[in-house]
């Protein structure tokens, strides 16, 4: 699957004063940035277009409000062994002037961009600002690129705007793994609601040979099969949309694997009375927070060495060490089972950085909700916004 959009590559960049939206959305405490994952996939395209003797001014925002991306620039001058500069704000005068003195090779970051409300009301003033700071526009923030902000769809429409290598990276990736995969393709999703994963899972069901379902959300269609489940997390009324995704899959010929035991909890904050029992015999009182052993080694009828997997979402509580042995479990299988995996959503991706299995992945996403958007099938604004391939 070839990726749609310009990037970097098909256009010429050398000596230009290029507006480059990154990933700077990152964790920081106390002042300092904890974990460079995001920066460092954002190191590429910044390299090559400091190669090409580029002037980049960046742009970013940070989730956290109020919090400054001076940290980010610290780290990234550190990452990159040379200056970046900051400017205390992304709009007025000190930037107007720091971006006119920018030379060729030099990188200036610019302060958050969610700092000015017109950035997520994609304001078109503000847009134009931002445009006017540069000849060309990169976008390789893969992780907003589901966001219809000034940054993401704003500015292309003032510069001609094109992909970083991240995001064609990131697109490329994803999208191959679910229209173009080694078979069989298997989805393993977790989470806690069926709500949010309903266009994944009914999406993931048309183009996948097994669908492992696991998480909070296991528990609504354990329900809808007419298992006991206590008092365990559950939305009730999305149970007869479980009930539908299930014949759908018989119809399809698709294998639906559902937790055969979980791990349950009379109390889960702080745990209390935690056991292993039958998805047959969970008692009125208990609490479901993770899938068991048994759950998870059905994972090895479904996955193959010669096939892809995608994963999106942890099977249980994985904040809680007593409830964090069935996520370790299907990464282990996953890992073990030498397919091709992808990883995506938030959650997930958080829990193989902490769990340093980053490197045991075939491509772990930078992204939460971007890559959780590729993956029910729909395209990202923040791409749409670029220009065609030629
Ligand atoms: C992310 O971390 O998911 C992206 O950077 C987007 O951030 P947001 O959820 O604050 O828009």
Not at 37 to 58: F, G, H, K, S
Not at 318 to 347: C, H, L, N, R, W
Not at 348 to 355: E, K, L, M
Request: aromatic share 4%; with cysteine; glycine share 8%.
């Amino acid at each position: 699957m070839t990726f749609p959009k310009q990037t970097v590559k098909d256009v010429d960049v050398q000596g230009k004063k290029i507006l480059l939206r990154t990933m700077l959305n990152v964790p920081i405490k106390d002042g300092v940035v904890s974990d460079t994952m995001r920066l460092q996939a954002a190191l590429p395209t910044i390299q090559y277009l400091l190669d090409q003797n580029a002037a980049l001014v960046l742009i970013s925002h940070h989730s956290t409000e109020g919090q400054t991306l001076a940290p980010a620039a610290k780290s990234l001058s550190d990452l990159l062994g040379q200056e970046v500069q900051f400017a205390t704000d992304c709009i007025g005068n000190e930037v107007e002037s720091a971006v006119a003195g920018l030379q060729a090779g030099q990188v200036l970051m610019l302060e958050n961009l969610r700092f000015h409300p017109e950035e997520e009301a994609n304001d078109p003033e503000f847009a134009k600002t931002l445009a006017s700071y540069g000849e060309l526009f990169v976008q390789d923030d893969f992780t907003t690129c589901h966001r219809k902000h000034a940054s993401m769809v704003g500015v292309p429409q003032y510069l001609p705007a094109v992909a970083g290598l991240e995001v064609a990276l990131e697109v490329e990736t994803i999208d191959a793994a679910i229209d173009e995969p080694k078979r069989p393709l298997v989805a393993v999703s977790g989470g806690a609601k069926v709500s949010t994963k309903v266009p994944i899972l009914s999406f993931l069901l048309g183009k996948v040979d097994s669908l492992f379902i696991g998480g909070a959300m296991a528990n609504t269609f354990l329900l809808a099969k007419g298992l006991p489940i206590g008092k365990s997390l559950v939305e009730a009324d999305q149970v007869e949309l479980c009930k539908k995704i299930l014949a759908e899959a018989e119809t399809q010929g698709k294998t639906v694997v559902l937790p055969v035991d979980v791990v349950v909890a009379k109390s889960v904050d702080p745990p209390s009375d935690v056991r292993t029992v039958s998805v047959n015999d969970v008692a009125d009182d208990d609490i479901i927070a993770d899938i068991g052993a048994q759950s998870v080694a059905q994972l090895d009828s479904v996955l193959s060495a010669d096939g892809t997997i995608i994963w999106n979402g942890p099977v249980g509580i994985f904040e809680t060490p007593e409830f964090a042995s069935g996520t370790a479990g299907v990464a282990d299988k996953i890992i073990a089972s030498g397919g091709y995996s992808v990883i995506g959503g938030g959650d997930t991706c958080d829990y193989v950085d902490n769990a340093h299995l980053h490197d045991k992945f075939s491509f772990v996403s930078t992204g939460g909700g971007a890559s959780l958007e590729l993956m029910s099938g729909n395209t990202l604004p923040g791409v749409e916004a670029l220009l065609d391939k030629k």
